[in-house]
């Protein structure tokens, strides 16, 4: 064979190769970025899942002294998982996958029923406005739908922090020691709502009336 045309064919193939793997680099380095990008938005959620509890801890609080709050929660977001997580997807394994997901729909579900929630706050507040009785099956489905989102808060919290614990292999089969940690994880968050219900029962209902109470914060510094 010509050694120019030897040396041609070789240039070609090392270019071909080259564009392959340079190829390959980059599409690597972008579902890696993508992947951080998630574990990232996923600790942006698990801050925002403790203002959460802390908010409809609250509402709870004021529901057992027979009083309605009149705020909700924002809504949760989850913008790069919507947008790039199929871009990711194809470099996790099953497990990954399935925790990654399983996690996401809590925080939909979470969305919806704050939504319904906060559309049920709206009519039984306008109704207290309008002088009409609120019955007590209607006070008592109040306090429950707060109960529930406060243990759909635990949940999701729960698998946010086991994704990020385990980001290689977060296991979720049935009968596991993983499966045990959950169901502990439940029976501790229905025991926490219980204690903020009865903690609640002493403190005065006007005291829910202050935007600050300097004694919530003397441990905290000033700026």
Known sequence: ????????????VAGWLLAQLSTSLRTWHDRRRTRKALNDELLEISDELDRWWQSYARTLQISTLKGFDSSTP???????????YRDAAIGMNRHQR?????THSYIDALNDRNREF?????????KARSDKK????????????????????GQAKWHVRHYLEHPVFPELAPNTPTHKAYL???????????????SSRNIPLEKFNRIYDPADFDAIPDE
């Not at 399935?98 to 399983?102: G, I, K, N």
């Not at 007590?136 to 989102?149: C, H, N, P, R």
């Not at 502990?184 to 009865?198: A, F, L, N, P």
């Open 1 to 12: 064979m010509d050694p120019k045309l030897t040396a041609a064919l070789v240039g070609v």
């Open 184 to 198: 502990k994880h439940t029976v501790s968050v229905d025991e926490e709502i219980k204690r903020i219900e009865e």
């Open 74 to 84: 924002l809504p949760l977001t989850h913008h790069i998982f919507n947008n790039h």
């Open 134 to 153: 609120i019955t007590a099956t209607e006070a008592e489905g109040y306090g429950d739908s707060i109960k529930t989102l406060l243990r759909m808060v």
């Open 98 to 102: 399935r925790a990654m997901q399983l």
């Open 118 to 126: 906060t559309e049920k706050l709206i009519q039984l507040r306008d």
